[in-house]
């Protein structure tokens, strides 16, 4: 075999081709340009050193015929000779390892490719289908592993969820983390389950009928466990983001670079049989090369669910409010199956808590509601006020199943100085409205865990570095963050063990009489109510109106599909309102009413049935939400 096809053919890190009860087989390869020579340091059982090959461009290669799954290795490299630097020997894991049992610093362990999946018929939900779960695996139960989470899935099932996203599960430093520390991007997080973990939990959701996605983190690495530099030139001075160093996508050898990454994407699908990526803040992702590497991620993504039969998602979080990131390649875009559209929280979240700093200055108004419900972005060119210049381009024929809409998720509660969820900052009527303008918007609708029953758990930031200087960094950096907001006092130490304990949801109150109960059984209603009405399953803004009474506070939406037709109506004010409301000729049949005694309302005044025809005004409690259906 030639060296080219060598390190084009074969797969980066460790391949495993033997009988995980049996020696056999592994080939390793590894891209370090930066290394004259290394070598392979097996260490289990008995340790021994391999020469590796130089390949092309800078791979080494070696192909080892007796070991066993599990091993454990690492790769040595020999530095350039240069003036000024030690050529001393390095020890380093290895970037694309699998599994690393005994932390970022340890050792990478050889891990196969033989778990036994039972998913041979699984399809999944298109994406229209998609109603989204997140959730962190090491704070969504008390044991804070994947197979801990296996349990769970029934319920999530009957209470309506169609996809469990989990936040990045990449192996980061120590055991707790919010994921986007992970400095080895291959392997599922060794305190969370391992590789082995994760199969389970993936195979369990199929088995269950639940798809998954996985939130990649491909615009930076974390600082501690980051070896990468020692190997070749992933990162670039270029740019800078506010996270850490920028991954080097444009700049000299970043086709290898861009190699890592895409492998990263096709192993999670094919070795591990994710349904979808969640690709975390593609904006701090700089790369201004004619072929952009999000298309190359999303094109080899699409080139996958052909391969798999079976629809395979990517979807982006970007705060650029460009509709380049969900148009096809072919029409110059990026190629995006969907993007978080962060205007509809911003909107919706203003409203309800009455909160203007830091971003959400940019809105208040009941009218930036509407039009993200209209339109998709709110700023679509116009200024920002926040950001000091005009913002986005327009979105409206944009088509509405492109884009992801929530009240909570793990960003907007848990960078709150406390990690407060919504269910601390306002009432249990105005949760109710957030949850029924988000599940029956035309959009793709995002739970983040714990929200369905008001948990009263806070979603803190906690880190558990082992570097002093970096966990006093995280601290300072903390502080600073909330500069923009008028939030009081200090926030809760990252790194203490508290910090995270206090975080671990408790979802036995669920079924706990009173308010956790009821808004529990009040999601599972509006979700059901979008599954069965075509006007609301079906996700289009044809023949949607939309119409706002300003000084009255009312939001008034009406969706059609075919014959199935809705109306609803959203009071965003702390005041009962009596006006005549544009609905269009009846008869109408009430189907949801938060006011009511059975969602802890206050009580309607709103009938059961309704023509137009024969009133000209309707009463609503304050935050009160309506929804009829013309039989």
């Not at 009821?518 to 599954?531: N, P, S, T």
């Not at 009962?576 to 009846?586: F, L, N, Q, T």
């Amino acid at each position: 075999m030639s060296d080219a096809a060598t390190f084009r053919e074969k797969t980066l890190g460790a391949d495993f081709r033997g009988d995980r009860r049996e020696n056999g087989p592994c080939d390793f390869l590894v891209w370090a340009p930066r290394a004259r020579k290394v070598e392979l340091c097996l260490s289990d059982p008995d340790p021994r050193i391999v020469p590796m090959s130089r390949q092309a461009e800078g791979y080494f290669f070696a192909s080892v015929g007796d070991v066993l799954q599990d091993d454990l290795y690492r790769f040595r490299l020999y530095p350039h000779s240069e003036a000024g630097k030690s050529d001393t020997p390095m020890e380093r894991p290895d970037p694309a390892s699998r599994c690393q049992p005994k932390g970022v610093h340890g050792q990478s362990q050889i891990s196969a490719d033989t778990f036994a999946w039972h998913d041979e018929h699984w399809r999944g939900p298109e994406l229209t289908q998609y109603i989204i779960y997140e959730l962190h695996v090491g704070t969504a139960t008390s044991e804070g592993t994947f197979e801990a989470l296996i349990p769970m899935l029934g319920a999530l099932k009957e209470f309506g969820v169609t996809v469990v996203e989990l936040m990045p599960v990449a192996e980061f430093p120590g055991n707790r983390n919010w994921g986007y520390d992970g400095v080895y991007p291959f392997a599922a997080h060794h305190a969370y389950g391992g590789p082995e973990g994760l199969k389970k939990l993936v195979d369990a959701c199929h088995r269950t009928g639940l798809a998954v996605m996985l939130d990649v983190v491909y615009n930076h690495l974390g600082p501690e466990g980051n070896y990468l530099d020692d190997f070749g030139p992933y990162f670039t001075d270029a740019y800078s983001t506010p996270w850490g160093r920028a991954v080097n996508f444009d700049g000299a050898d970043s086709d290898h670079v861009r190699r890592y990454f895409l492998e990263n994407a096709r192993y999670w699908i094919r070795d591990c049989h994710i349904d979808g990526l969640r690709v975390d803040a593609v904006h701090g992702i700089y790369d201004f090369s004619a072929c952009p590497f999000l298309s190359e991620l999303t094109q080899l993504v699409q080139k996958e669910a052909e391969i798999q039969k079976r629809p395979i998602q990517c979807i982006a979080e970007s705060d650029l409010n460009d509709t380049r990131v969900i148009r096809p390649v072919r029409s110059g875009g990026l190629g995006f199956d969907a993007q978080w559209n962060d205007d509809f929280h911003h909107a919706l979240h203003s409203l309800l808590t009455g909160e203007h700093t830091g971003y959400y200055a940019d809105f208040g108004t009941i009218a930036d509601l509407a039009k993200a419900w209209r339109s998709g972005y709110v700023y679509d060119g116009r200024y920002s006020v926040a950001r000091r210049r005009r913002h986005g381009n327009d979105s409206r024929s944009e088509p509405a199943g492109r884009f992801v809409v929530c009240s909570q998720n793990h960003d907007q509660v848990g960078n709150r100085m406390r990690g407060e969820r919504l269910s601390q900052l306002v009432t249990f009527d105005q949760l109710k409205l957030a949850a029924a303008c988000v599940l029956l918007s035309p959009y793709i609708p995002l739970l983040f865990m714990g929200e369905e029953y008001a948990e009263p758990a806070p979603f803190n930031y906690f880190v558990s570095h082992t570097d002093p200087g970096l966990v006093e960094a995280v601290r300072n950096g903390r502080k600073k963050e909330f500069s923009a907001f008028d939030w009081q006092g200090m926030p809760p130490d990252p790194q203490a063990l508290s910090t995270f304990r206090a975080s671990i949801l408790t979802p036995a109150l669920r079924r706990k009489p009173g308010r956790h109960a009821v808004l529990y059984d009040f999601y599972r209603e509006v979700i059901d109510l979008r599954k069965k009405l075509p006007a609301l399953s079906r996700l289009h803004r044809e023949g949607m109106t939309v119409e706002v009474d300003e000084t009255a506070g009312l939001l008034s939406v009406g969706r059609c599909h075919g014959d199935s037709l809705v109306h609803m109506l959203f009071n965003f004010r702390p005041l009962a309102v009596e006006r005549g409301v544009s609905i269009p000729a009846g008869p109408w049949r009430k189907l949801l009413d938060t006011a009511e005694a059975r969602w802890r309302g206050p009580g309607s005044r709103v009938p059961e049935a309704y023509d137009k025809a024969a009133a000209d005004a309707i009463s609503l409690a304050p935050w009160q939400m309506v929804l009829w259906e013309r039989p």
